[in-house]
Antibody
Framework: EVQLVESGGGLVQPGGSLRLSCAAS????????MHWVRQAPGKGLVWVSR????????TYADSVKGRFTISRDNSKNTLYLQMNSLRAEDTAVYYC??????????WGQGTMVTVSS | DIVMTQTPLSLSVTPGQPASMSCKSS???????????LYWYLQKPGQSPQLLMY???SRFSGVPDRFSGSGSGTDFTLKISRVEAEDVGVYYC????????FGQGTKVEIK
């Protein structure tokens, strides 16, 4: 079964850091671009970051550029999102997403990040 | 970035009746490869989004044929021919020209 399982979410103070992980299974992880998409409570979906299959090319939304770093370990079938200098507006469910051609076809269940003092 | 605008923001539908929702993009979604990068997702309560339609009108695997997508350029429509109770949730349109952007969502509830 194709599956993405996120972990690492939690409560963190403003200015703090958190690292999210996404474990992939059931498919050849190293063949796919991967993304992070977030959803603030009661709000819509917002793209955050992407990384190419080799882990060389990365792109970020302006709102997280310079604070978040996406990476992957293809030997461990795992995607990461290092989040630094967290702000209240980063509070959201973070989804790990597989890209098929040009669209997200597989989503994880999400992990909740709460930034609050 | 391309802005996606959905209408209406909410729909209340009687089971067995049709439903329709609109999605407009701020620029054409026709790619140089000739494909149109418009997708529809349904997020059921408490779940992750699930793909319904890709490239405007192609149903994803397992999606019932009561769902249909149409449109071109910047104007798109998702129709449900006969709404069922399991169709409740928020429907999002999404464009696949980087960076991905999503509409605000149309919330469908059953009367």
């Amino acid at each position: 079964e194709v599956q993405l399982v996120e972990s690492g979410g939690g409560l963190v103070q403003p200015g703090g850091s958190l690292r999210l992980s996404c474990a992939a299974s059931g498919f050849t992880f190293s063949s796919y671009w991967m993304h992070w998409v977030r959803q603030a409570p009661g709000k819509g979906l917002v793209w955050v970051s992407r990384i190419n299959s080799a882990g060389i090319t990365t792109t970020y939304a302006d709102s997280v550029k310079g604070r978040f770093t996406i990476s992957r370990d293809n030997s461990k079938n795992t995607l990461y999102l290092q989040m630094n200098s967290l702000r209240a507006e980063d509070t959201a469910v973070y989804y790990c997403v597989r890209e098929r051609a040009t669209w997200p076809d597989i989503w994880g269940q999400g992990t909740m990040v709460t930034v609050s003092s | 970035d391309i802005v996606m605008t959905q209408t209406p923001l909410s729909l209340s539908v009687t089971p067995g009746q049709p439903a329709s929702m609109s999605c407009k993009s701020s620029q054409s979604l026709v790619h140089s490869d000739g494909k149109t990068y418009l997708y529809w997702y349904l997020q059921k309560p408490g779940q992750s989004p699930q793909l319904l339609m890709y490239e405007v009108s192609s149903r994803f695997s397992g999606v019932p044929d009561r769902f249909s997508g149409s449109g071109s350029g910047t104007d798109f429509t998702l129709k449900i021919s006969r709404v069922e109770a399991e169709d409740v949730g928020v429907y999002y349109c999404m464009q696949g020209i980087h960076p991905w952007t999503f509409g605000q969502g149309t919330k469908v509830e059953i009367k």
